[in-house]
Structures are given as C-alpha cells and as structure tokens.
C-alpha cells in the first residue's frame, strides 16, 4: 500500500489525462468536476465541514468493498451510478487510487 497523495498530486494526476478540464459546478468554486468533454470522471468540493472531499466513479465491485475502510463513503446523489467519496485521499493507498482514477476516466471517455 502507497500512501502520500495529496490533493494538489490527485489533482495534477486527474488534469494528465488527455482532454481533462476543470469545470466549476458552484460560483464560488468550492465544488469542481474533472471532465472530459461532456462527461465528469472526478470531483472535487472544498468547503466546510469537510475541506477537501474527492468523488470517482468505481466499478459496482469496488463500490461494494470500498466503504470499509475509514473515510470512505457511497456518494450522495450519484449512488446508483456507483461512485464514493473519499474524505481524506492522504490516507488511501496512493496505487489504487490511481487504478480508480483511470478506470473512472476511461469510463467517461468511452460514455
């Protein structure tokens, strides 16, 4: 297990993808989405409580065993499309976040 991302390194990781943009979902910039073209694959909200939450598209698998570990989550209102949140990526294996990261964007480039 990798640990040591922190959001600027998943953020730099995200915008590597090819056709990857940043797209504001509130005025204040507090909640973003990664996408390629239309389609998100990533986001990011930095507002309070919670300063920084990072939210992906999982494989139905992954959605199932993801939630054990501490700080993850089923996404609110994106469940039935299986996405998680992940409180705090500094303490989630580095590797498998990178292995969602891409399953994720593959999925919304193929949409």
């Known amino acids: 297990m990798t640990l040591g991302m922190n959001y600027i390194d998943v953020m730099k990781y995200c ?38 939450q ?22 609110k209102h994106r469940e039935e499309d299986h996405w998680i949140t992940i409180e705090r990526v500094e303490n989630f294996d580095g590797d498998l976040l990178k292995e969602l990261i891409a399953w994720s964007y593959q999925r919304a480039q193929s949409a």
């Open 54 to 75: 990072f939210t992906l598209r999982v494989t139905p698998e992954r959605f199932d065993e993801l939630p054990d570990p501490p700080k993850v989550r089923q996404a």
């Open 15 to 52: 915008l590597s993808f090819p056709d990857a943009e940043r797209t504001l979902i509130t005025p204040s910039g507090n909640e973003f989405a990664l996408t390629v073209g239309p389609h998100p694959f990533v986001y990011f909200e930095t507002g309070a409580p919670i300063q920084w």
